[in-house]
């Protein structure tokens, strides 16, 4: 397996511009993740899926942010109107529903923001 | 959640063993205790995870106090490529699926 994909593997947008990240999870794996990491917080969860069905959205920092994942191979994270505090590192990460937290991350989108 | 503290960073040289250490004075008695790392420009990467008893695979060794209140993650030959931010953390297992990343230790290995 190629592990966790995720496309682009870097974005630059203008503010204000609509921006969408991709991920296709390992094959198999019930669980989506989907995190942000900066210097200033860290890595974050903002959302996670189990069986393409969103579980926890708390950590979505406001309504411009949205995910959907449609089938069990794709999953998408939006941000529109993008700002520019929304630069950071996008991950998203996939795991077996098994009985321990072996979560499979991709490679990141590093989103910048002008 | 039990919340862990981690020393900000550590130097170990290079085919010596690394051991980073790992406090979790809270955690409760269905928690598990897991280690990442995440290398510079790369997603996280799990390492291993243990209850109460020591714990090895191919990557590394967990130990894990009787008390269960600390731990330490034990690399046996350190190389240059295990440069990396460790994070210890602490959580359940199926259910408890968000997995909170503290500052971790950032291992420097030194040729």
Known sequence: ?114 | DAKTTQPPSMDCAEGRAANLPCNHSTISGNEYVYWYRQIHSQGPQYIIHGLKNNETNEMASLIITEDRKSSTLILPHATLRDTAVYYCIVRGSTGANNLFFGTGTRLTVIP
Not at chain 1, 24 to 41: A, C, E, N, V
């Open chain 1, 1 to 114: 397996d190629a592990g966790v994909i995720q496309s682009p593997r870097h974005e630059v947008t203008e503010m204000g511009q609509e921006v969408t990240l991709r991920c296709k999870p390992i094959s198999g794996h019930d669980y989506l993740f989907w995190y942000r990491q900066t210097m200033m917080r860290g890595l974050e969860l903002l959302i996670y899926f189990n069986n393409n069905v969103p579980i926890d959205d708390s950590g979505m920092p406001e309504d411009r942010f949205s995910a959907k994942m449609p089938n069990a191979s794709f999953s998408t994270l939006k941000i529109q109107p993008s700002e520019p505090r929304d630069s950071a590192v996008y991950f998203c990460a996939s795991r077996f529903d098994s009985s321990y937290n072996e979560q499979f991350f991709g490679p990141g989108t590093r989103l910048t923001v002008l």
